[in-house]
């Protein structure tokens, strides 16, 4: 038998006792954890080592290694990817015949493929939700010089983030970094996505898992209007006279609203000095997150800070501590609202959704309680209640374990 081959950056040694020697489509069940998986041209599996969960998929030697590095750039330049691990090459089987190599990354914990995000009905508004994550997904991608080549719900994951859906790139075997992609490059790219994610949709159709009379030409078509609105919205300069210099602040205030930061704006004026021009140059996606970080050290998605800071400013106006500093503000909320809240969530159930996620829909519910009861509704009251008739009808979403995605109750208000 030849060496095996672990190339990580953590190598766990836990790894040398899986059978490398067997093609990975006959591993026993045993050793499987059953999560729902996306299409995919090549066999993968989910397996737990050493107490997580790894996927491993099993590909051409060349083609592991040039993924697993692209995932690690990713990774550095802050794009959502799921995590590499390791790659395990030099696999032959007992009779000495060769086997592919594996790839092998993290598990993206309460993440869901787009096909388990419709395995029972859901709302209308559930593709366009997951189309917009993915537009952003890709702007971002593009932004950074990044060429995908494969753009499809399949190769995406999704979670949930305050209402929406945040996409991470799952597959880049196809994909390219550059200085900076051509117009070419990027409109093949949106082309792409829009053929593939009509197809998808067909096939949901004829899964009977979204309505049958629904418009996929459509819904691609969508896409690539929200892609082409937010990268105008990014990048495109932007004319005016130097009367309107109020609109160099608005320019920035819209970039921070769709959740992105400006690290730097060229300004020019024109011969006479009658008028503005202005162009983004450096964006940073993950305005509202960072700021949430910085305030108060709690981790989350965009659309999920967004909500917390929207919280956090109706704290600060009740408490009437407009004038106080911002940090020691947040901290102050820290205390008395988000902790008490997160710490209300019993142990048992805290694989069923991230802990700002929880606080998010913790707020929803005092919110649809009181308009029931045309009263305001206590946040203790919200926090038990949410956890007696919602939360504990939930599935696990941390790590789902079943071998049927139609096994998956999505919830949505």
Same mark, same amino acid.
């Given at each position: ?17 899986? +059978? ?8 026993? @069940? ?7 998986? $996306? ?5 993968? *599996? %989910? ?9 491993? /998929? ?11 590095? !692209?995932?690690?750039?990713? &990774? ?13 090459? $030099?696999?032959?089987?007992? @009779? &000495? ?12 914990? %309460? ?8 395995s029972q009905v859901s709302r209308e508004g559930t593709v ?34 305050? &209402?929406? %859906? ?12 550059? =200085? /900076? ?36 030409? @459509?819904? $691609? ?15 495109? *300069? =932007? ?7 109020? *609109? ?6 819209r970039l921070n609203q769709l959740g992105f930061d400006v &690290? ?28 949430? !970080?910085?305030?108060? $050290? ?21 408490? =009437?501590? #407009? ?16 902790? +008490? ?7 048992? !159930?805290?694989? /069923? ?21 045309a009263q305001d509704i206590s946040l203790s009251d919200a926090? #038990? ?11 696990? =979403? /941390? ?12 919830? @949505?208000?």
């Open positions: 038998m030849a060496p095996l081959e672990i190339s990580a950056s953590r190598a766990d040694p836990a790894l040398l006792d899986l +059978p490398w020697e067997t093609p990975l489509e006959e591993w026993p @069940e045993d050793i499987l954890a059953a999560l729902p998986r $996306g299409i995919s041209r090549h066999v993968v *599996r %989910f397996v737990r080592v050493s107490g997580r969960v790894l996927a491993l /998929k099993e590909i051409n030697h060349h083609l592991a290694h040039r993924e697993y590095q !692209m995932l690690r750039v990713l &990774g550095r330049i802050g794009i959502p990817a799921v995590v590499p691990f390791a790659v395990v090459s $030099g696999r032959t089987t007992p @009779e &000495g015949d060769p086997l592919d190599a594996v790839l092998i990354t993290r598990h993206l914990q %309460f993440s869901l493929p787009y096909r388990a995000v419709f366009h939700r997951l189309l917009d994550a993915l537009a952003v997904l890709l702007v971002r991608l593009h932004l950074e010089g990044f060429y995908w080549g494969d753009v499809s719900l399949s190769n995406t994951l999704f979670r949930r983030d305050a &209402g929406a %859906f945040a996409a991470y790139i799952v597959d880049v075997e196809t994909g390219s970094l550059y =200085e /900076k992609l051509t117009d070419g490059q990027r409109a093949y790219d949106l082309d792409l996505a829009r053929t593939n994610i009509i197809g998808e949709l067909m096939d949901l159709q004829a899964g009977e898992m979204i309505d049958p009379e629904a418009d996929v030409i @459509e819904v $691609g078509d969508a896409l690539v209007r929200s892609y082409r609105e937010l990268w105008a919205t990014l990048t495109e *300069r =932007e004319q005016f006279s130097t009367e309107e210099r109020w *609109r160099v602040s608005a320019r920035i205030e &690290g730097e704006l060229e300004i020019t004026t024109d011969l006479d000095g009658t008028s503005l021009t202005i162009q983004p140059k450096v964006v940073d996606a993950g305005h509202h997150a960072r700021r949430l !970080m910085r305030l108060t $050290g709690i981790d989350a998605q965009e659309n999920q800070a967004r909500r917390l800071l929207n919280d956090l400013d109706h704290y600060r106006a009740v408490t =009437e501590q #407009q004038a106080e500093d911002e940090e020691f503000v947040a901290h102050e909320w820290l205390q008395h609202q988000y902790e +008490p809240v997160v710490r209300a969530m019993p142990r048992t !159930m805290r694989s /069923k959704l991230e802990l700002p996620e929880f606080f998010h829909e913790v707020l929803e519910h005092k919110w649809f309680l009181s308009e029931q009861a926090v #038990q209640d949410y956890i007696d008739n919602v939360l504990a009808h939930r599935p696990d =979403e /941390k790590s789902l374990v079943t071998t049927e995605t139609s096994a998956l109750p999505i919830f @949505e208000r």
